[in-house]
């Protein structure tokens, strides 16, 4: 058994275990002393240790291998960062050397809370789509697992609060018309992995975007006041407050009353103002027989043209003094003497481009 000094460089001493106990021995007394006895003592004793070590390290790999394909199998299961602020650097220095991609901040940021929240809902599943529409190919293996993962996260907690069912719908679609484009190309490196586990994701979507289309709105239990028990004022200024004219047609069926509100010129005219510049709204004009603006037909026509706003609750900041991107209600470790003057909100295609490098 050989026993190490405090000089790593000492060969240390060689130590034999016979029938009075163990006994330090040199060079000369292992050459010419040492029984035979006692040698194949000795022997046996080295063979059963290595026995135990190649056993132990066996039991050890094979824990280690079981735990690795339980975390890999389970997607319920996070197998990433959850950090709320990550440093984006774009290039090597003397302390640091490689850049961040888009795939390792989207590893290490915490989505799969960010989806909890309702103010970083929207935000999030955007993310997703623009992800979807351009950005899949460019992610590492990790993270197009990862988004995979967070994806599901998403539709299941649609699933159980039946709300928000429009716009994961409209995710779903796209990524799966841009799977099907990527599928095809898999022998030109497009995607990482074999080209079953992408069938299977795409079947997994296919059941997904079923579950959706087959969800039923429970009615609520409660018996208190409803919208319609409301003032036609106070109706219209709820109204006012959706930013999605989509949102609108919908309250408009539930019962003739609210349809009549949604007709609203007033209420269509506003939507135009708030998603459109007054140039986009002149180049899409439409007037009645009456010779009153169609508000509402020149919604969905400008919808059709151009991009709506985008608006979030909770978004994404970067720090341009410590090249910090963190959320907005989480602190990050600034060194600059006004920290809120050199912070800047991202939306999600400033968070893609942020990468583009």
């Known amino acids: 058994m050989p026993f190490l000094g405090q000089d790593w460089r000492s060969p240390g001493q060689s130590w034999v275990k016979t029938e009075e106990g163990w006994k330090k021995t040199t060079a000369d007394d292992r050459n010419n002393n040492v029984s035979v006895e006692s040698f194949c003592k000795a022997g046996q004793e080295e063979c059963f240790n290595k026995e135990n070590l190649l056993l132990s390290l066996s039991y050890d790999m094979a824990a280690k291998k079981r735990k690795k394909d339980q975390m890999n199998n389970n997607t319920k299961v996070p197998y990433f960062h959850r950090e709320k602020w990550i440093y984006v650097h ?55 697992k990862n988004y995979m993962n967070i994806l599901e996260r998403v539709v299941q907690k649609v699933l159980n609060d039946q709300q928000n069912v429009r716009p994961i719908k409209e995710l779903l679609q796209t990524l799966y018309v841009s799977l099907c484009g990527l599928v095809q190309d898999m022998g030109k490196s497009v995607l990482v992995g074999n080209i079953n586990i992408w069938v299977h994701r795409m079947e997994n979507i296919l059941q997904w975007q079923q579950q959706l289309d087959n969800i039923q709105i429970n009615r609520p239990t409660s018996t208190g ?31 003739p009353e609210l349809g009549a509100l949604t007709e609203d010129r007033l209420l269509w005219k506003r939507l135009c103002q708030y998603h459109f510049t007054d140039r986009q709204i002149r180049k899409r004009l439409m007037v009645s027989d009456k010779g009153h603006l169609e508000w509402k037909k020149m919604y969905f026509k400008l919808s059709r043209c151009y991009p709506h706003r985008e608006q979030y609750s909770d978004t994404l900041h970067f720090c341009t003094h410590c090249h910090i991107l963190f959320w907005k209600d989480t602190k990050h470790p600034c060194t600059a003497n006004n920290p809120d003057s ?16």
Request: contains cysteine.
């Open 342 to 357: 050199c912070t800047m909100s991202l939306s999600p295609q400033d968070f893609i481009n942020l990468f583009n490098f």
């Open 90 to 144: 774009k290039g090597s220095t003397k302390e640091r050397h490689g850049y961040c991609t888009l795939g390792e901040a989207f590893n290490r940021l915490d989505f799969c809370s960010a989806i909890k929240d309702t103010r970083r809902f929207n935000y999030v599943v955007r993310l997703l789509e623009l992800i979807a529409k351009s950005q899949l190919p460019s992610l590492s293996g990790v993270a197009q």
């Open 225 to 255: 006041m409803t919208l319609t028990d409301l003032p036609a004022s106070l109706q219209l200024n709820i109204m006012q407050c959706l930013s999605d004219g989509r949102d609108l047609v919908s309250l408009g069926q539930v019962c």
